[in-house]
């Protein structure tokens, strides 16, 4: 079974600059997450949805950042304009069952490292 | 607000050492806890889930365990080798509403060889 796809690797830009991520969760999962993950800490949640529906994104700065799950499949997540502060790991995740039920298992892909200049 | 704690931040034991990782949440109304292992510029593998209304989990050398009402969770490692060094994170999901999870900050782990 193929596990969740993300895309670039690696990605380095200048602040002000804007940049997107690609994920490709695994095949029937219905619920995709976005995490940040600043060195040293541990990953926080930006977004949820659930097929192409937003879940929670309370967490997420609207003021910059945006994430859209077309057809319930493949996201994106673009920052617009980049800061410093964005610099992180940002990693995507999937799980098979719906928002709300409990012992779901969150497999999560290998990440995009971003560095804001 | 949810905050979990991860002690120690790093950990280096000779190799065959057992040894404990702690876990610490603050909110105790969780659905579950997941224990994960973090490699070098990889993602997140998934290593023990304990719901809430379970006492423990083990798999191999892994053996975690919950006390809900105290706020606590363990990661007991036996016979530790040079292959289970690795970044350990905790992580905690609240029951109700979405099901994003709350992670500590990790405990960095060598084993000597």
């Known amino acids: 079974e193929a596990g969740v796809a993300q895309s670039p690797r690696y990605k380095i830009i200048e602040k002000r600059q804007s940049v997107a991520f690609w994920c490709n969760p695994i095949?029937?999962?219905?619920?995709l997450y976005w995490y940040q993950q600043i060195l040293g800490q541990g990953p926080k949640l930006l977004i949820q949805?659930?097929?192409?529906?937003?879940?929670?994104d309370s967490q997420l700065p609207k003021d910059r950042f945006s994430a859209e799950r077309l057809k319930g499949v493949d996201s994106t997540l673009k920052i617009q304009p980049a800061k410093l502060e964005d610099s992180a790991v940002y990693l995507c995740?999937?799980?098979?069952?719906?928002?709300?039920?409990?012992?779901?298992?969150?497999?999560f892909g290998p990440g995009t490292r971003l560095l804001v200049l | 607000k949810q905050e979990v704690t991860q002690i120690p931040a790093a950990l280096s034991v000779p190799e065959g050492e057992n040894l404990v990782l702690n876990c610490s949440f603050t909110?105790?109304?969780?659905?579950?806890l997941q224990w994960f292992r973090q490699d070098p510029g990889k993602g997140l593998t998934s290593l023990l889930l304990?719901?809430?209304?379970?006492r423990e989990q083990t798999s191999g050398r892994l053996n975690a365990s919950l006390d809900k009402s105290s706020g606590r969770s363990t990661l007991y490692i036996a016979a530790s080798q040079p292959g289970d060094s690795a970044t350990y994170l905790c992580?905690?999901?609240?029951?109700?509403?979405?099901?994003?999870?709350?992670f500590g900050k990790g405990t960095h782990l060598i084993i000597q060889p």
């Open positions: 095949s029937g999962h219905a619920t």
């Open positions: 949805f659930q097929n192409n529906g937003v879940v929670d």
């Open positions: 992580a905690v999901r609240l029951t109700g509403g979405a099901d994003g999870l709350t």
């Open positions: 995740a999937s799980s098979l069952g719906w928002s709300g039920t409990s012992g779901e298992t969150q497999y």
């Open positions: 909110d105790s109304a969780i659905y579950n």
């Open positions: 304990i719901q809430s209304s379970q």
